[in-house]
């Protein structure tokens, strides 16, 4: 019997539907293929709103004795981390203080001190912490034990992400991850700008100061972080010490001369003179310049 004209035109249709969807499917990105997980550093990456994990094959690599002048805030982050590997109870982390004083060289050295023992470490962009929820949810009961680092934090008023993070610290209905912690680093101790006119919204009951709500929201933010490390400008001596020791990585050794020592640290000073900063930055910057600069000369000139 011949088809009816009504079953035709469904078979017609479907046909349709079917060659759209191909075109559809072809034009869609392609899903990002499972990380590498034998490394040890990751970057949380977006493509479009597709978010996903992305190893990185090759580190910084630096090392706890590269880093001079911040031994209370190593032994700091070092009992944590070690805790944390070790699956025992740790805190969240955020590191505050004066630029380039080593916050976030620190985190990596965690890294490279921990990565035999499963420590992992994901980098994750502060505009991209909306994605936390996913990122947490993606490493869920992998063996690894993953810090999520955010590097430079601050927010302004009413960032998605700040929201974001505050519920994975401490507010979310579900149960914290046992592998997952929160490093993040910052120049500003309560994370958000701070103004003068929220100085007026303070109370004064007694002799007790009660803060107004604008500064309680600000400080309850960086207080959901169980462990705050914070960081000082470097004296002369300090930064002093860590061009010695970077000059050490970078395998140029420091002279023993007392005059040729003097010359070398008065150039060294110099350096973070025209810099406005004295810090463990600058250090690894003027020792990188030096390095280079020597390894040009001909061997009679060093």
């Known amino acids: 019997m011949p088809r009816k004209p009504a079953a035709d035109s469904l078979t017609r249709a479907l046909d349709r539907a079917e060659a759209v969807l191909a075109r559809l499917e072809a034009l869609l990105p392609v899903p990002p293929a499972e990380p ?8 949380w990456r977006k493509r479009g ?3 996903f994990v992305q190893a990185v094959p090759h580190p910084q690599a630096i090392r706890l004795d590269d880093l001079v ?8 982050i070092d009992g944590n981390t070690r805790q944390f590997v070790a699956g025992l109870p740790a805190n969240n982390v955020l590191l505050t203080g004066s630029r380039g004083t080593g916050k976030s060289s620190l985190v990596k050295a965690m890294l490279v001190k921990y990565a035999a023992k499963g420590l ?4 994750v962009e502060k505009s991209d912490l ?4 996913d990122i947490v949810e993606r490493i869920d009961g992998r063996p690894e034990r993953f810090i999520v680092f955010c590097d430079d934090l601050s927010f302004d008023a009413n960032e998605p992400g700040y929201k974001a ?6 507010g979310s209905i579900a149960a914290p991850s046992v592998n997952v912690l929160i490093y993040a680093t910052s120049n500003r101790r309560h994370l958000l700008p701070e103004y003068f006119s929220e100085n007026l919204e303070t109370r004064h009951v007694g002799e007790e100061v009660h803060p107004g709500e604008s500064v309680e929201e600000k400080i309850s933010l960086s207080e959901r972080f169980g462990l705050w490390i914070s960081f000082y400008p470097f004296s002369q001596d300090d930064y002093l010490a860590a061009v010695d020791q970077w000059l050490g990585f970078f395998e140029v050794s ?3 001369d007392d005059g040729a020592l003097e010359a070398l640290h008065r150039e060294a000073i110099q350096f973070a003179l025209q810099r406005g900063s004295r810090s463990g930055r600058v250090a690894w910057q003027f020792a990188r310049a030096h390095a280079g600069a020597r390894a040009l000369k001909p061997a009679k000139a060093r």
């Open 36 to 43: 590498d997980w034998r490394a040890h550093a990751f970057r």
């Open 49 to 51: 709103e597709r978010g």
């Open 69 to 76: 002048a911040i031994d209370d805030q190593k032994r700091a």
């Open 120 to 123: 992992r470490l994901i980098e």
């Open 130 to 133: 909306v994605d936390l929820p």
């Open 165 to 170: 993070l505050k519920v994975m610290l401490d």
């Open 254 to 256: 420091v002279p023993r």
